[in-house]
């Protein structure tokens, strides 16, 4: 008798799970018209997201500042005749 219920048991998800053909059919086309979509809601985070000034970094410029370059625009320039 046990066997024969567990027999059962065992099969019987198998004859109850019949495959069907499910057939989808899309849309072939929608229009979406947004100016007349309306959102509505809370806002969750604030409206001005600004950095704080005491975290920036100010790092120092580590190339020279050079006021002259005539010397590199005359080699160029000897370069191109």
Do not use: C, H
């Amino acid at each position: 008798m046990k066997y024969i219920l567990m027999a059962l048991f065992i099969i019987s998800p198998f004859a109850l799970a019949q495959k069907k053909n499910v057939k989808y059919v899309y849309k072939k086309y929608e229009k979406f018209d947004f100016d007349s979509i309306d959102v509505t809601g809370n806002q969750a985070s604030p409206g001005d997201l600004s950095i704080s000034p005491r975290f920036q970094k100010k790092f120092r410029n580590k190339i020279p500042e050079r006021k002259n370059f005539n010397k590199e625009m005359k080699r160029a320039l000897d370069s191109l005749r």
